[in-house]
């Protein structure tokens, strides 16, 4: 565990990018079930899974990267790619033999509560993200779900590695309720987590598709922007379901998608009740808990 910030951007990336990534128990449960039915058992059935899990896609697709020719590399961009890639039974072994987050936080007494957060956040913004992007009629709206999902993987490293570092990001923001991230980031880190994450991507060599995707710089690409909104409304909807930022999240996927705010907001909340039902994974509140607290 790591008690103080690093030095820089390098430090960083030089020992995030080659630390062990634990995963959910829940997900290695599910796993374990599956490979005692692998007859029965398909490519889709182990994504659906995996989609729940932001780090065991990252663990799966640096394996997937790692055993692919060089010159197919950025042909692997989903999961169910990795999984073709991959195998199914290698698969499913390579993962439930990953250490678990509760035996990593265990071994180093710390609560999972908040990576268990982050992982909730990334599979909504996963699910929102395909739900916008299926609107949109995307050439691949399994990419841009992969992408959201990765978006913040960074941060999810973090907290696993650097749990006392992280903290005070968010006793800063705590303190300065108008401090934004990056700025809390950068105090604390001297670093943004876009910044960690892409260097991080590029460490991995992760496809360029990806890359592409999870970079909010090139804000005119409307796949881009479509994981940019999922990831922002995932994170609004994790504060409350009243967030003052949700109306404008509204109007972007809107935007985005050629539809109206209004169903742009039907859309989300019926994505994120869908998304609570599987609130067992991460043992925490979903952020649709929140929805009968407010008129619709």
Known sequence: MIEEPLNGLNAWVSYLSVCDIPMLQYTQIELSRCQSEIDEISIDNISDILYHDALAILRLSRHAQHITPRHLQNEVTTVSKCLMI?????????????????????????????????????????????????????????????????????????ACYAPKVLHRVHELQTNDRMLRSKVAQKRVFGITFQELEMALIEEWRLPRILQQLIDSSNEANPRVRTVRWATNAARHLSTAWNDAALPDDYKEGADIANISPESCADMTRHTALQTAKDWRWYNVRPPASTLLQYPA
Request: net charge negative; with cysteine; hydrophobic share 40%.
């Open 86 to 158: 991959s195998g199914l039974l290698p698969s499913i072994r390579i993962l439930t033999k990953s250490t678990s987050l509760d035996q990593h936080y265990l071994k180093n007494s710390f609560s999972t509560t908040h990576a268990n957060e982050l992982l909730q956040r990334a599979y909504l913004a996963g699910s929102c993200a395909q739900a916008l992007a299926d609107r949109r009629n995307d050439i691949d709206s399994h990419e841009v779900r992969t992408a959201a999902v990765l978006h913040d993987v960074a941060e999810l490293l973090i």
